[in-house]
Nanobody, 123 residues
Framework: QVQLVESGGGLVQAGGSLRLSCLAP???????VGWFRQAPGKEREFVAS????????YYTDSVKGRFAIARDNAKNMVYLQMNSLKPEDTAVYYC?????????????????WGQGTQVTVSS
């Protein structure tokens, strides 16, 4: 059973930065990786995604200009650099493999979800 593995979460003050990492073994079965987040009592929402081949990126509007997604194909790794963090960014962050569809922002297009990593931004 393939599963992606996240790391790098933690507690940071508002305005600070964190970098999340996602190990995506067996990436040949997918065409990219996405990051989602889920805050308490809310639906899991799309954050960013990237394609393995040309590194095309997608972002939700609320993180544009603050977050950057990148990949290292040789290491099967995807990173999410998060800058200028806000308390509303507090959530569990998940990475998942993109295996179907063309929107790149819908949960049903993804599979092999990781366990998640907690990001807490204090005000």
């Amino acid at each position: 059973q393939v599963q992606l593995v996240e790391s790098g979460g933690g507690l940071v003050q508002a305005g600070g930065s964190l970098r999340l990492s996602c190990l995506a073994p067996g990436r040949t079965f997918s065409d990219g990786v996405g990051w989602f987040r889920q805050a308490p009592g809310k639906e899991r929402e799309f954050v960013a995604s990237i394609t393995w081949n040309i590194g095309r990126t997608y972002y939700t509007d609320s993180v544009k200009g603050r977050f950057a997604i990148a990949r290292d194909n040789a290491k099967n790794m995807v990173y999410l650099q998060m800058n200028s963090l806000k308390p509303e960014d507090t959530a569990v962050y998940y990475c998942a493999a993109h295996i179907r569809g063309s929107s790149w922002s819908l949960k049903w297009e993804y599979d092999y979800w990781g366990q998640g990593t907690q990001v807490t931004v204090s005000s």
